[in-house]
C-alpha cells in the first residue's frame, strides 16, 4: 500500500518535502494521537491568572474587616494618642496628636492587638505611669458609630482602667469625632477643648494644642469656679473607680476626616 501512494505522489508535480510530509502523515493516520499538552508557562499563566480572581474576590472582603476603621480610641494626658480600630476590635493604626503623643506611639507596638490590651499596655507604660504617679488624670474616650457597640467599648475600657489611678472614660459621637481630626487633636482633647471654648470662647483649637489635659482642666476649674472632673467626678462613677461620661453619638463616619496611616475612610454601617 504504501508502494503503490509513493509511485501516486511521484506523478505529482510537487515540491519533495511537501511529499514527505504528507507521506508521513498517511503513514501514521491511523495511529493514535499523543495528548496534547500545554506549554509550562501558558500553563503557569493560567494558574496565576486564576489564583488572582481568586484573591479579588477575597481581598475586597479581606480589606474591609482588616484594615478599614470603624471605630476609635482616645488616651489623653499630657501625651495625646488615638487607636483606630477595625470590625475585629483591632488596633490598625496608632497616632500621636502631639510631640508627647508620637513619641509614645513610635515606643510601643500596638498593631493589631486586640483594643483592651493595647489599653492596659498604654496605661501601663513608663510615660503614662509617671503621670499617673504625679497625681494627673488621664482621659480614655471612645467613639463608635453603633450605641450599643460604643457602650460595649466604653465598659471594657472601664474595666482597662481599673486601678489605674485618675482615669476618666468617656462616650463620644461620630460627628464629634470627625471634627476632631479636622482640627488635628484626638477626639478625647477635642472633648475638653469644647467644654473649655463654652467658657471661654476666645479660645481656639491652637491654644490648646500645645496644652496638657490637666492644663485644660486647671482652666476650665477657674472659670466655672472650682469644679472640674478630676476633682468633682461629673458623671456617674464606674465600677472601675474611674468615671463616664456621655456625649452625642449615632450618625454615619464621612469620608476623608481620619488623619491615620492611609486606610481609608471611616464606615458607618455594619
Known amino acids: 500500500m504504501e508502494d503503490k501512494l509513493r509511485a501516486a505522489f511521484d506523478s505529482v508535480h510537487a515540491e519533495t518535502e511537501l511529499k514527505e510530509r504528507t507521506m508521513a502523515f498517511l503513514a501514521h493516520a491511523g495511529e493514535e494521537a499523543p495528548p496534547r499538552r500545554l506549554p509550562a508557562g501558558h500553563l503557569c499563566r493560567t494558574i496565576a491568572a486564576a489564583a488572582a480572581c481568586l484573591l479579588v474576590l477575597l481581598g475586597a472582603s479581606g480589606y474591609y474587616t482588616l484594615l478599614v476603621p470603624v471605630s476609635a480610641i482616645s488616651v489623653d494626658v499630657n501625651p495625646s494618642l488615638e487607636l483606630s480600630l477595625n470590625r475585629l476590635d483591632r488596633v490598625i493604626s ?112 491652637e491654644d490648646v494644642q500645645s496644652m496638657s489635659m490637666r492644663e485644660i482642666r486647671d482652666r476650665i476649674a477657674a472659670l466655672s469656679g472650682g469644679e472640674t472632673e ?7 462613677q464606674s465600677s472601675s473607680g474611674g468615671y463616664v461620661q456621655q456625649s452625642g453619638s449615632g450618625g454615619g463616619w464621612g469620608q476623608g476626616g481620619h488623619h491615620g496611616h492611609g486606610h481609608g475612610g471611616w464606615q458607618g454601617h455594619e
Open 94 to 205: 496608632v497616632k500621636g496628636y502631639n510631640p508627647e503623643g508620637e513619641a509614645l506611639a513610635s515606643s510601643l507596638d500596638l498593631t493589631f492587638q486586640p483594643y483592651t490590651q493595647a489599653l492596659e499596655e498604654i496605661l501601663s507604660s513608663e510615660t503614662v505611669s509617671a503621670y499617673l504617679a504625679g497625681d494627673n488624670a488621664v482621659s480614655i474616650t471612645v467613639a463608635c458609630y453603633n450605641p450599643d457597640k460604643s457602650a460595649q467599648m466604653l465598659s471594657a475600657a472601664q474595666a482597662c482602667a481599673q486601678g489605674c489611678g485618675q482615669v476618666y472614660c468617656h462616650e463620644s459621637g461620630s460627628a464629634e469625632l470627625e471634627e476632631a481630626h479636622h482640627a488635628g487633636m484626638s477626639v478625647g482633647k477635642y472633648r475638653a477643648f469644647l467644654e473649655l471654648q463654652a467658657l471661654d470662647p476666645s479660645v481656639t483649637a
Open 230 to 236: 478630676t476633682s468633682t467626678g461629673q458623671g456617674s
